[in-house]
């Protein structure tokens, strides 16, 4: 079965500090696809990343940036100098290409909160 | 318009009446998904679209849930004789994709938030 754990349930942080959010996954597919979304204080759902299980280079989009590791099954998300706006909810999710395509497990979330 | 729309965005009931959730896809938008967010809770899958057909229908909670899509656009997600543990946000999504398994990016609305009193 497939499963994504974010051991993180809240995290408070002043702003302009690094913080990095954990993900653990499970799943017994070889191919599947990874993805961490934000869900700010209006609760509309969106998306930061997709990574597919082949592809283990990590990745930077301005202040972010994901450590994509097979090894430990983790797929951890940096936010670089924190900022009052990137308080939200961050979900990480995975989705399975063969054993149960078409459906996405999400973990039970991070609340970030960035103090001014 | 531009994003995946649900309506209504707020919906009280009783308990014991039916409900109906709508969900306006992306256009061209051949997947479309459902969920269920319980307060202070991630995301529980209920089920997925491929076209008009849901291949995967083992998520939904009981048999008082059900989904339709037609004409491969709009769908609807009823629950019938409604409870007050069925209070959660309903979110929908949908993505692009021509292979069986749906490996695109999911676009999510803002979601329909039921109370059942």
Do not use: M
């Given at each position: ?11 408070s ?10 993900c ?5 597919d ?36 994901w ?25 990480c ?24 | ?16 009446k ?25 995301l ?41 543990e069925?209070?959660a ?29």
């Amino acid at each position: 079965a497939q499963k994504v754990t974010q051991a993180q349930t809240e995290i408070s942080v002043v702003e302009k500090e690094d913080v990095t959010l954990d993900c653990v996954y499970e799943t017994r597919d070889t191919t599947y696809y990874l993805f961490w979304y934000k869900q700010p204080p209006s609760g509309e759902l969106v998306f930061l990343i997709r990574r597919n299980s082949f592809d283990e280079q990590n990745e930077i989009s301005g202040r972010y940036s994901w450590n994509f590791q097979k090894s430990t099954s983790s797929f951890n998300f940096t936010i670089t100098a924190s900022q009052v706006v990137d308080s939200a909810v961050y979900f990480c999710a995975l989705s399975e290409v063969n054993t149960n395509a078409g459906k996405s497990t999400f973990g039970d979330g991070t609340t970030l909160t960035v103090k001014p | 318009g531009a994003g995946v729309s649900q309506s209504p965005s707020n919906k009280v009931t009783e308990k014991g009446k039916d409900v109906e959730l709508r969900c306006d896809p992306i256009s061209g938008h051949t997947a479309l998904y459902w969920y269920r967010q319980r307060l202070g809770q991630g995301l529980e899958f209920l089920i997925y679209f491929q076209g008009n057909s849901a291949p995967d229908k083992s998520g939904l909670p009981s048999d008082r849930f059900s989904a339709e899509r037609t004409g491969g656009s709009v769908s609807t997600l009823t629950i019938q004789r409604t409870q007050q543990e069925d209070s959660a946000v309903y979110l929908c999504a949908s993505s692009s994709y021509l292979q069986v398994a749906s490996t695109d990016t999911q676009y999510f609305g803002p979601g329909t938030r039921l109370t059942v009193l």
